[in-house]
């Protein structure tokens, strides 16, 4: 069953609305332009509630997609576990909270794109210039310093 894409955001939090639905990493475009190949589904969780006169939805993310490593340039999978509450405002508001704290406000539109949001929030999450941990990457840069010089090891040991 397919979840429905548009959402009335304030309708959806004060009714206690969710969705739960996964969508392949081929459908988020821009997604698919970072990562090294777009196989794979994400499975996501859309939840509104409301906090007294508050209006929230809060978001989940998990999957995993496979990004290049900026160091080695070799596919790395990259696991995604992406956890977000988002406060829902009116346009007029909007203008004025502008990054006041932590919490993240969004448009309270009625005809919430779900798909755009999942999408949003997953390019926030993803780092900028992803690398392999350090050893990883192959050829492992330091393996190959230890045996370009296999001569001074050996007349260091002979002293
Ligand atoms: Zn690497």
């Known amino acids: 069953m397919f979840a429905?894409?548009?959402?009335?955001?304030?309708?959806?939090?004060?009714?206690?609305?969710q969705i739960r639905a996964e969508?392949?990493?081929?459908?988020?475009s821009r997604l698919s332009d970072l990562v090294s190949h777009s196989h794979g589904t994400l499975s996501y969780t859309v939840?509104?509630?409301?906090?007294?006169?508050?209006d929230m939805l809060s978001l989940?993310?998990?999957?995993?997609?496979t990004l290049r490593c900026q160091r080695c340039l070799g596919e790395m999978n990259y696991p995604l576990n992406l956890n977000a509450s988002l406060r829902l405002v009116d346009s007029a508001t909007m203008d004025e909270v502008?990054?006041?704290?932590?919490?993240?406000?969004?448009?309270?539109?009625?005809?919430?794109?779900?798909?755009?949001l999942v999408e949003d929030e997953l390019l926030l999450s993803l780092p900028f210039?992803?690398?392999?941990a350090a050893g990883v990457c192959s050829p492992a840069p330091e393996s190959l310093q230890h045996s370009a010089n296999p001569f001074s090891v050996?007349?260091?040991?002979?002293k």
């Open 129 to 132: 210039a992803p690398k392999h």
């Open 60 to 65: 989940e993310v998990v999957g995993e997609c």
């Open 47 to 54: 939840r509104g509630y409301s906090i007294g006169e508050v």
């Open 98 to 116: 502008e990054a006041e704290d932590e919490i993240e406000y969004i448009e309270a539109s009625t005809q919430l794109d779900v798909l755009a």
């Open 4 to 17: 429905q894409p548009l959402i009335d955001a304030l309708e959806f939090a004060r009714n206690g609305k």
């Open 154 to 158: 050996l007349a260091a040991l002979k």
């Open 23 to 28: 969508v392949s990493i081929e459908a988020l």
